[in-house]
C-alpha cells in the first residue's frame, strides 16, 4: 500500500513539474522579439527622407486610424479611434510628433521594431489589429523615410483611451502564440520574372497598402484566410462587407478603370466607393499616378477566387 502511495506521489509530481516546464517553454515561445536589437543602430544611421516619407505615409492609409476624430484635420494623428472587434474594442493609438503622448521621442529603430516586428519600444506585443502583418514586408528604407515624415506633423497631446477587450485578450503575451500561426516577416523581394511596375503594385498592395488586412476573410482567431486573400467577406463585427477585389469579382475593370477609383473614388459601374475605403482613396489620389497604375497592374494580376459566404 505504502509503495502505491509513494508512486501515486511521485507521478503526480512528475506532471506538476511537465506541467510547469511545458508552460514555461510555452511563455519563453510567445515571448516579444523585436526584429532589431540595441546594438542594431548602424543600420539606421540614415535620418530619412521626409519627401519620400509622405508617400510611404500615404500608401499606408495611417491617417484613416490615427487622425483623431471630430475635427477635420487627418495629419493630426491623435488616435483614439474606435476599432470594434469579435476581441472587443481597440484604440488607435496617438502616433503624432508629442514626445510624451505621441511617438516624437522613437527612433527608427522603435518604428522599425513597432512595423516590423510588432513590438513595442517597451518590448511588448502589438496587437494585429496594427496591420504589421502586412508592414513587416517594408523595407527598412521606407521606415526610416517614414519616421522623417512624422517628425514634420503637429504634436498632439493626449493619449488614446485604453482598449476595451474581453479578459483573455486582454494578456498581451497570447499575441505570440497568434504570430507563430500567422506573422511571416521578410521584405519583400522583387520578382525577376516580372517587369518593375508589377513588381511596385505588388510591394504598395501586400506591403504598404496593406490591402489584404480588409479585403480578406478571417479565421476564429482573426488570422486572414488564405484561400480568401483579397476575395473579400464579412468585416470582424459582422456589420458590414468587404468587396472581392480578384478578377472573380472585378475582373471586367481594366488597369485603368481601378486606377480610377483610386483617384477619384468612381467605379466603372458609376457607383462611389464609401465607408473606410473613401478614406483610403483620399490617401492613394495623392500618390504619384505611375503608384496607382502599379497597384492597378498587381491587381489584375490576382488570381480569382471566389468570396466566402457568411
Known amino acids: 500500500m505504502r509503495s502505491w502511495r509513494y508512486r501515486l506521489v511521485w507521478l503526480v509530481g512528475a506532471g506538476c513539474v511537465a506541467v510547469i516546464v511545458a508552460a514555461a517553454i510555452a511563455w519563453w515561445t510567445a515571448a516579444p522579439r523585436p526584429a532589431f536589437s540595441s546594438d542594431a543602430t548602424s543600420l539606421f544611421d540614415q535620418a530619412g527622407d521626409a519627401k519620400r516619407g509622405e508617400q510611404v505615409f500615404l500608401a499606408g492609409d495611417c491617417s484613416s486610424c490615427h487622425a483623431s476624430p471630430g475635427q477635420p484635420d487627418r495629419l493630426r494623428l ?3 479611434l474606435a476599432l470594434e472587434s469579435a476581441f472587443g474594442t ?7 510628433s ?3 503622448d505621441g511617438i516624437g521621442a522613437w527612433t527608427v529603430k522603435d518604428l522599425a521594431n513597432a512595423l516590423l516586428s510588432g ?5 511588448s506585443h502589438y496587437y494585429p489589429v496594427f496591420p504589421y502583418p502586412s508592414f513587416a514586408h517594408l523595407t527598412v528604407e521606407d521606415v526610416a523615410d517614414l519616421r522623417a515624415y512624422l517628425r514634420t506633423l503637429p504634436p498632439v497631446a ?5 482598449h476595451d477587450l474581453h479578459l483573455l485578450y486582454r494578456v498581451r503575451r497570447f499575441v505570440g502564440f497568434w504570430k507563430l500561426l500567422y506573422f511571416r516577416p521578410g521584405e519583400i523581394k522583387p520578382d525577376p520574372a516580372r517587369d518593375e511596375q508589377w513588381n511596385r503594385g505588388r510591394y504598395l498592395v501586400e506591403a504598404a497598402g496593406h490591402c489584404a488586412e480588409c479585403h ?3 479565421d476564429l482567431f482573426g488570422g486572414i484566410k488564405n484561400k480568401t486573400r483579397f476575395a473579400g467577406g464579412v468585416d470582424p463585427v459582422g456589420t458590414g462587407f468587404y468587396p472581392n477585389i480578384t478578377p ?18 468612381n467605379t466603372p459601374d458609376h457607383i462611389r466607393v464609401g465607408s473606410s475605403m473613401a478614406d483610403v482613396v483620399s490617401n492613394t489620389s495623392k500618390l504619384p499616378p505611375e503608384d496607382r497604375e502599379a497597384i492597378a497592374t498587381y491587381i489584375k494580376s490576382l488570381p480569382a477566387r471566389p468570396t466566402e459566404k457568411p
Not at 481597440?90 to 503624432?96: K, L, M
Not at 493626449?158 to 485604453?162: D, Q, T
Not at 472573380?248 to 473614388?265: K, P, T
Open 78 to 80: 491623435g488616435g483614439g
Open 90 to 96: 481597440f484604440r488607435a493609438p496617438n502616433i503624432s
Open 98 to 100: 508629442d514626445p510624451k
Open 119 to 123: 513590438v513595442s519600444p517597451a518590448g
Open 158 to 162: 493626449g493619449r488614446a483611451p485604453p
Open 216 to 218: 480578406s476573410t478571417r
Open 248 to 265: 472573380e469579382h472585378i475582373g471586367n475593370w481594366s488597369r485603368a478603370d481601378i486606377a480610377e477609383v483610386l483617384i477619384s473614388g
